[in-house]
């Protein structure tokens, strides 16, 4: 077994050990802990090991090792703290919280995301301390009429049962349901309507977490729907299907789109080492002089890539690896290639540099912003 597998699987059996300890411990031994609920228990166990292992075996590989480490010390670094706390908060409210990041992609488009992600962090919220049997309710002894919360055996918070509060509670998730619901059927009429996503997209990456939460939301409507206006009718075999429905949620979690969810928080640590990044020294370009991206991501790019085993050294030159040299300059030192190329098969001349301090920049092979296939980093660094 290699080492990053046998690293992994410590890691996963670990977290499935130490959540299943809990589980023990928070609901007392188990005893607030309903034994119809076994099958969600073990699949849950089931998708922290399959997750952990899947995101240790990812921060081991060379690049997302060097973001995650950098990130860490980056976030840590004297005379950064302030600035990060703010950038921590701006992200996680902006980014996570809102999904800015998808509000730019179209306002249809984030309100999907925005639905089922809210709708699925409240029943994951509301679900699994249930099931775990960390939070159970129980009615007060001198009033049926109201119930009182207890968090890992501790009682809390009373509340009537008929009241808006308790309403609001009691049906936490039909709420979260209902938003993913609402959710999962803009981004299908998304995915069926616009010829752009229809183009890329895959059953199994797209409409198959789709279906999975669709599935999931309306089996526990109907669950509900049953016990309060169908006096009970159906609802052993809709428990059974809304459990099937959730266990296979839960063994697919993490080899499906939804690992996504657990490495996005990951990326903020990415934004922090480009912020810190471009306030510091930064790297200039040996073909045109010009800065385009700092120093510190120069050198860990070269070093993560002989990690990787490529090489692209340039030795004895000035240059000294291919990555000191900016995106402008790399696309035209293409187009330059290609010219020459084709001047060679008919009989010409090279295309030589304007100058050797000063070389050329073809502006058929760099755009201006706006005008060609530049990102938002490349157009940042961007000069003609």
Known sequence: MRREVMKATLWGVSVSVTLGVLIVVGSRNLQHFDAALVGYTFATLFAAFGLVYRYAMWLQRPPTAMYWRRGWQVFFKRGYGL??????????????????????????????????????FLAAAITFPLVFGWVHFDTLPDNVEWYRMFVFGFPTVAFPIYSFFGFMVVHGLVWSAILVIVGVMIAMRRRMRDRGAAALQRFGEDFLPLVFLFAISLTGLLLTAS??????????????????????????LPFGKFFHIFQRPAQIGAAFYKDVGYSEEPALCRRCSQPFTSQMHVQDLI??????????????TRTEH????????????????????????????????????????????????GEGPLGEEDAKNFHP
Not at 229 to 238: A, H, I, Q, S, V
């Open 83 to 120: 600035r990060n706390i703010a950038n921590w908060l701006d992200r996680v409210i902006g980014d996570i919280a809102l999904n800015r990041f998808i509000w730019r992609r179209g306002p249809l488009r984030w309100s999907a995301h925005w639905l089922i992600m809210w709708g699925t």
């Open 303 to 316: 070093r993560v890539e002989r990690e990787l085993g490529y090489r692209y050294d340039m030795p004895d």
């Open 227 to 252: 016990y309060t206006w169908m006096k009970g009718y159906l609802y052993d075999f809709l428990a059974v299907l809304h459990a099937i429905t959730v266990i296979f949620t839960l063994l697919w």
């Open 322 to 369: 291919y990555q000191w040299i900016c995106p402008p300059c790399r696309r035209a030192m293409f187009a330059l290639a290609q010219g020459n190329l084709w001047r060679s098969q008919r009989g010409g001349g090279p295309l030589n540099e304007i100058s050797p301090s000063r070389p050329s920049t073809p502006t058929y092979a760099n755009p201006a912003p």
